[in-house]
Every structure is written in C-alpha cells, then in structure tokens.
C-alpha cells in the first residue's frame, strides 16, 4: 500500500472534497424519530421499526433508509437535477415510511433533539460503538452519547460550484448562513423532558462535541483556498477510529491525523474514512453538506432544503443573501440560543427568506413557495422558530397559523 504525504492529502481533497462542475444538482437527507403513540416516552425497539419498514418495500422515489445509534430513521435522497423533482420523490418516499409504521401504531416525528426520552444506544455495528468508545475516551460521553443516540437534521447536498471561483464563493456563502439556519430553523428547546435555554439544544449538543472535528472549518478572520483549508482541518483532527486489515473496527484516540501520516501508516481508504468522521456544519465531499439545520415538523422538512437551495444557486438570491448574512456570519452560539429573537439574525432571515421566494419561481419550483412563505408568515415575520411554539396536542403537527400573522411582502 502507497503511503500518504500531506500533499497527497491536499490533492486528494482538491479532486474529490472540491471537485467542480455546473451546480444545479440538489439532495437532502431527512432523520426522524420513531415514537409509539400508546407510549411516547418509551424507546422503539430498532428490530420493530426496520421490520415494518421491511416489509413495506423500497421507497418508490429511491431514497436509501438507515438508522441512526439511537433507533432515528434517516431518509437519504438520490440527487436531483431540481428542487421539484428532489420534493415529489422525497415527499412521496417519507409518505411510505410513515404509512408502513402507521399501520402499527407509529409515527415519525420531527425534533432537532428527542424532547423527551434519555439517549438509549440501539447500534449493532461495531463502528457505531468505537465512536462511542472514543468520544467517552476523549472527554465527551454525554455530549458523544447524545448526538449519536438524540439528535436529527435535515441536511442539504448542493453542489460545490462551477469552478474554483465559485466554489471559493459558494463555501463562504455557506458558512455566512449557517448561523441564519440555525436560528431560523431551530427546533429543539428541551432535551429528556427539561427545557435547555437555547433554541437549538441540536447545536449547543454539536459545539460541546469534541471540537477538533465539529466547529466550522471557517472561522472568523479566515478567508483563503478551502481545499487548503479542509486540508488543515482534516490534518489537526483527532483519528477517531481505524478500520483494520483484519475487518476489525478499533478506536484510535489522542492521535491526529497527521501525526498518524507521520508514522506512514494510513493509506488513501483511511484518509476517506477519516474524512467521513468530521462533521463541520459544511462538509464538502465533492458536493456541500449543509449539517446545522434541526429537523422540523413534518409538513416543513421542505423548507430548509427550498430557501438554501435558492439563496446558493440563483445568482440574484446569491447576492442579497451575502448581503444579508455578512454582519451575523460567525453569531454560531446567538443563533442557537436566541433563535429569532436576536434582532440581527431576525433581519437576516427576513432578507434570506424573501431572496429565496422571489427566486423558486426561477429555479423551476414555484410549488413550493405556498410552503415557504407559510413558513415565513407562521416564524420568520414574527421573528419565531418552532422552538418558540407550546407543545400541540400531536407531537410533529405545527400550531395553527395565527390570524394576526402578516402577509408576505411581495
């Protein structure tokens, strides 16, 4: 087996993290907790849930369905060449899921953090239990545990960009409205039943989360190449675990990668797998996982992946969302605390949110702006987040839209 050098890590992550093309592609990938609504503080046993999902077949839009350590279900999408076929598959696929486990008494619900129940580790694969072990072994096991057992997003893939201009463009765009999705899209104030003090709970439970690996590549002050940059992350990172010529999967704390480079001992699989351990708020894996966003109420998973989508790929959107999100680019821990209620990301979103309705039309999406702007009326205009809304009667129904809401400017 060939040994790496730092620059075989550096060109590795220009061709395949950075690799360039005309964007226009979009994905999602929606993660969903399993609740028994004869008992909703009780765990759903895995076993039951992948065998009624089973014998439902595969989702017709071909999404894939996988399980998080705590028994969450994630729905990945295949990518899309448009926002409108990305929404009927993946909407048609969540239907199917949720008529499978329906017709046993279950549903799924979305939170950015289980409201209620304590995180219960229901993996079987081994790897799932080395992170466990090396996140206890670094310092993290109740941040580690909760993450891996009592969190949920909805992720956006888009594409990187057209070429290394516009990646360079799109990568600080990204990270400028993180904090904007944070607080906008904030769905989790309690964790095991007691409220947090923050909006985002998912976020607070992300930064605690050994930070080698999960701040944001970005930070405030930098502004240079990003494959220079993920390079530097993907170095200072701690190794998290190894997959051994064995088959056997092993932790492997206090040794970042470099230093494991130094050794000559990691090859070009371990470097991918080490890559796929990192978990930044924008990944970039040949294309932009957007990691910050709270799952959400069932009916508005669409949202999130409609508004990023346009404010990244419609130039004229592109535009008034830098503008926007600019003064509030590095407010990470006001966004998850505060929610809406800070008046500067409050702003930001309104001018986020109106860019991106004004451009869906453009993108070929114009379905989806009734939801949108439903979205907007009910939180962004009133300077709200899911978060912000008492408990209604059915755990993943959101309240009515008030009658005192405004009307969208238009």
Same mark, same amino acid.
């Given at each position: 087996?060939?040994?790496?050098?730092?620059?075989?890590?550096?060109?590795?992550?220009?061709?395949?993290?950075?690799?360039?093309?005309?964007?226009?592609?979009?994905?999602?990938?929606?993660?969903?907790?399993?609740?028994?609504?004869?008992?909703?503080?009780?765990?759903?046993?895995?076993?039951?849930?992948?065998?009624?999902?089973?014998?439902?077949?595969?989702?017709?839009?071909?999404?894939?369905?996988?399980?998080?350590?705590?028994?969450?279900?994630?729905?990945?999408?295949?990518?899309?060449?448009?926002?409108?076929?990305?929404?009927?598959?993946?909407?048609?696929?969540?239907?199917?899921?949720?008529?499978?486990?329906?017709?046993?008494?279950?549903?799924?619900?979305?939170?950015?953090?289980?409201?209620?129940?304590?995180?219960?580790?229901?993996?079987?694969?081994?790897?799932?239990?080395?992170?466990?072990?090396?996140?206890?072994?670094?310092?993290?096991?109740?941040?580690?545990?909760?993450?891996?057992?009592?969190?949920?997003?909805?992720?956006?893939?888009?594409?990187?960009?057209?070429?290394?201009?516009?990646?360079?463009?799109?990568?600080?765009?990204?990270?400028?409205?993180?904090?904007?999705?944070?607080?906008?899209?904030?769905?989790?104030?309690?964790?095991?039943?007691?409220?947090?003090?923050?909006?985002?709970?998912?976020?607070?439970?992300?930064?605690?989360?050994?930070?080698?690996?999960?701040?944001?590549?970005?930070?405030?002050?930098?502004?240079?190449?990003?494959?220079?940059?993920?390079?530097?992350?993907?170095?200072?990172?701690?190794?998290?675990?190894?997959?051994?010529?064995?088959?056997?999967?092993?932790?492997?704390?206090?040794?970042?990668?470099?230093?494991?480079?130094?050794?000559?001992?990691?090859?070009?699989?371990?470097?991918?797998?080490?890559?796929?351990?990192?978990?930044?708020?924008?990944?970039?894996?040949?294309?932009?996982?957007?990691?910050?966003?709270?799952?959400?109420?069932?009916?508005?998973?669409?949202?999130?992946?409609?508004?990023?989508?346009?404010?990244?790929?419609?130039? =004229? %959107? @592109? $535009? *008034?969302?830098? !503008? +926007? &999100?600019?003064?509030?680019?590095? #407010?990470?821990?006001?966004?998850?605390?505060?929610?809406?209620?800070?008046?500067?990301?409050? =702003? %930001? @979103? $309104? *001018?986020?949110? !109106? +860019? &991106?309705?004004?451009?869906?039309? #453009?993108?070929?999406?114009?379905?989806?702006?009734?939801?949108?702007?439903?979205?907007?009326?009910?939180?962004?205009?009133?300077?709200?987040?899911? &978060?912000?809304?008492?408990?209604?009667?059915?755990?993943?129904?959101?309240?009515?839209?008030?009658?005192?809401?405004?009307?969208?400017?238009?």
């Amino acid at each position: 087996m060939t040994r790496l050098t730092v620059d075989d890590v550096y060109q590795h992550i220009r061709g395949v993290c950075f690799k360039t093309g005309p964007p226009g592609t979009v994905g999602a990938e929606t993660e969903w907790f399993v609740i028994d609504a004869a008992d909703p503080g009780a765990h759903v046993p895995g076993d039951r849930v992948r065998a009624l999902v089973g014998a439902a077949g595969p989702p017709p839009g071909g999404s894939k369905i996988t399980y998080e350590p705590g028994g969450q279900l994630e729905l990945s999408s295949a990518p899309f060449d448009g926002l409108g076929e990305l929404h009927t598959s993946l909407d048609g696929d969540t239907a199917h899921v949720r008529g499978a486990l329906e017709s046993d008494g279950l549903s799924l619900v979305g939170h950015g953090v289980d409201p209620v129940r304590r995180p219960r580790f229901q993996a079987d694969h081994p790897r799932y239990a080395c992170m466990r072990d090396y996140f206890r072994a670094g310092g993290f096991p109740d941040a580690g545990l909760a993450m891996m057992c009592s969190t949920a997003s909805v992720q956006v893939n888009l594409d990187i960009g057209a070429d290394h201009t516009d990646a360079f463009r799109r990568w600080r765009l990204a990270h400028a409205l993180g904090p904007v999705f944070v607080a906008a899209f904030a769905n989790s104030p309690l964790r095991a039943g007691r409220p947090t003090g923050m909006r985002s709970s998912r976020q607070g439970i992300w930064t605690e989360l050994d930070p080698c690996r999960t701040l944001p590549v970005l930070r405030d002050g930098e502004d240079g190449d990003p494959a220079e940059a993920w390079t530097r992350y993907a170095l200072d990172a701690q190794v998290m675990l190894v997959h051994t010529a064995e088959g056997e999967w092993m932790s492997h704390p206090g040794m970042s990668f470099l230093e494991w480079l130094n050794k000559g001992e990691p090859g070009e699989d371990d470097l991918s797998y080490h890559l796929s351990t990192l978990f930044p708020p924008v990944r970039p894996r040949g294309w932009l996982e957007l990691r910050m966003i709270d799952a959400l109420p069932g009916p508005y998973w669409p949202v999130p992946v409609a508004v990023a989508t346009a404010l990244l790929d419609d130039p =004229a %959107a @592109s $535009r *008034a969302a830098e !503008a +926007a &999100a600019e003064p509030v680019a590095h #407010r990470w821990a006001q966004a998850a605390r505060r929610g809406l209620t800070d008046p500067s990301l409050a =702003a %930001a @979103s $309104r *001018a986020c949110f !109106a +860019a &991106a309705l004004d451009a869906l039309p #453009r993108l070929g999406a114009p379905g989806l702006v009734p939801l949108v702007d439903e979205y907007a009326r009910r939180y962004v205009e009133r300077g709200r987040t899911p &978060a912000d809304d008492p408990a209604p009667d059915s755990p993943d129904t959101p309240l009515p839209l008030p009658e005192e809401a405004p009307t969208w400017p238009r």
